[in-house]
């Protein structure tokens, strides 16, 4: 066994909206060699770890648990034990009712170092976005957090046996409590919450709410008096889990006045890790909700002859980038070699568009020639057009490239070395996958390529992107790929960045060949 103990870290996952992780969540599950988590809101949170991560659910739902809780707590303690980066995530704060002391008490008597990451509590969190303020001014002036249910006896893995009687004692005390009542977990308990807090003095009137799916694009939020929430809830099929609230803020529906573009649109968004990250804050700023689909990896290659072309840039006079991968990997060799930059001084730069030329400045070089229209084809003739006889063009990019750009340079005599110096490795997804989405965005002709990949369903794929997820490319390249699998829509971004995603999602332009 390892004789260095690891480390546990019992983070807090927020009540769901994956932007209510906190930074330092974010930040250790990007770290986790393991993950041990309960029934999340969002499967967002499974894909912010690494991929060698090993992940253990421990999940629970009403009436089943995946392990009861002495389990957990020693799956803890051999992973620690072990010597392991450990990630306990719950949903919300592990304080809150989430049994995070009982886990550490396990964790201390082995000697295992841990650390709480606090997490925003579905009490507060769940209630703002219904427009339910847990606190006002002269109104509820205090808030309660009480458990739903309790005293839950096991009968052995896998299955629990709910007592008759699962409320917690002291309905008389909370009855009187002025101020707002939040029960966590008691949507199944919900008739015998309102009958003893009415038996024990709660007016019948008191304002009361139900929210289901706090902060997720699911939200419900029901409102009615005390008594007539049981039937309200009934009538409305409102199913666990779910919040109860009780008390006068619950006549408000402070619900947010801002109109976004995008409120209340699901997009999946395929790609690597740059564009998913640059694309998503977009999307989340215009108001909708944004999930993974089909990851694309980066897998350099190549490398030893990009090394020794570096050796060899005098006979270079124009570097060509049609990616920012093919950057980040060119000049990531540029500083492993400890090529000095005056190398560079008798070289142009050349880019596809934009972000590209933004991306190259961040290293200290403003290109020399970028196309009005950010496409290969426009670059293409528009290097047959500055690039003079006797110079020759390096081009660091994707194994994929489009032959586009090498067809015309040779067609023009331009002598050019085409250099390979990545693959991208796209994830070939379910069409489970696109349960749920409005829109799904490509950022390449790979990327569509890895989507559908081989698997049997490649067919129900195109369907659903036919008729009921509506595909979006970042460029009419990769829209003719998406027809190579019968997929005979797209929206297509007039600028092919991320930018230009958004812009034609928020105008919502027709699909084409519709």
């Known amino acids: 066994m390892n004789e260095k103990k690891g480390m546990v870290f019992l983070v807090g996952a927020g009540p769901g909206d994956p932007e209510l992780l906190t930074l330092k969540g974010k930040r250790l599950l990007s770290q986790a060699e393991v993950l041990v988590y309960d029934r999340l809101a969002s499967p967002e949170f499974l894909k912010m770890v690494p991929d060698t991560c090993e992940k253990v659910y421990v999940g629970k739902a009403p009436g089943h648990h995946s392990m009861v809780q002495e389990e957990i707590n020693q799956i803890l303690v051999k992973f620690g034990l072990e010597g392991k980066n450990v990630v306990r995530l719950k949903g919300g704060d592990p304080f809150v009712f989430g049994r995070g002391g009982e886990e550490i008490l396990e964790l201390e008597k082995h000697g295992i170092p841990y650390e709480v990451v606090s997490g925003v509590t579905s009490p507060v969190a769940a209630l703002a976005h219904a427009g339910i303020p847990i606190t006002h001014r002269g109104i509820g002036q205090s808030f309660h957090v009480i458990t739903g249910h309790t005293a839950i006896k096991s009968k052995g893995v896998g299955t629990v046996d709910l007592d008759d009687d699962t409320l917690t004692g002291g309905f008389a005390d909370y009855a009187k409590l002025p101020g707002t009542l939040v029960f966590l ?73 801002k109109d976004s573009p995008l409120s209340g649109k699901t997009i999946g968004i395929t790609g690597t890790d740059a564009i998913y990250e640059k694309l998503a804050s977009k999307l989340y700023a215009q108001g909708a909700s944004v999930t993974r689909v089909g990851k694309s990896t980066i897998v350099p290659l190549n490398q030893d002859e990009l090394k020794q072309t570096l050796n060899r840039l005098q006979g270079y ?40 030329g933004g991306y190259l400045e961040t290293f200290g070089f403003h290109a020399d020639y970028m196309p009005e229209e950010y496409t290969t084809e426009a670059l293409a003739k528009g290097l047959c057009n500055v690039v003079r006889a006797g110079e020759k063009v390096l081009i660091p990019r994707a194994k994929q490239g489009s032959r586009i750009l090498t067809d015309m340079l040779q067609s023009a005599a331009i002598e050019y070395r085409d250099l390979a110096i990545y693959d991208i490795h796209a994830e070939c997804a379910a069409s489970s996958s696109l349960k749920g989405l409005d829109y799904i965005t490509f950022e390449s002709g790979s990327g569509v390529r890895g989507f559908f990949g081989s698997i049997d369903d490649s067919g129900d794929k195109a369907k659903i992107l036919n008729e009921t997820v509506c595909p979006v490319c970042i460029g009419r390249v990769t829209a003719t790929v998406l027809k190579e699998y019968g997929v005979n829509r797209a929206l297509v971004a007039n600028d092919y960045t991320a930018d230009g995603i958004c812009e034609v999602l928020i105008n919502n332009q027709r699909p084409t060949g519709q």
């Open 317 to 356: 006079h124009w570097i060509v980038f049609t990616s920012r991968n093919a950057i980040d990997l060119f000049f990531g060799a540029v500083k492993t070699e400890r090529v000095d930059f005056r190398s560079f001084s008798n070289i142009k730069f050349a880019v596809v568009g934009s972000g590209t």
């Open 185 to 257: 977990m008691g949507l199944k308990n919900l008739d015998l919450i309102v009958e003893r807090l009415i038996k024990n003095g709660k007016a019948p009137d008191t304002p009361a709410a139900i929210i289901t799916d706090g902060t997720l694009k699911t939200m419900r939020c029901v409102r009615s008096t005390l008594s007539e929430l049981p039937t309200v809830a009934r009538e409305n099929g409102l199913k666990s889990p779910g919040i109860i609230v009780v008390g006068q803020v619950a006549e408000f529906q402070m619900t947010a006045k």
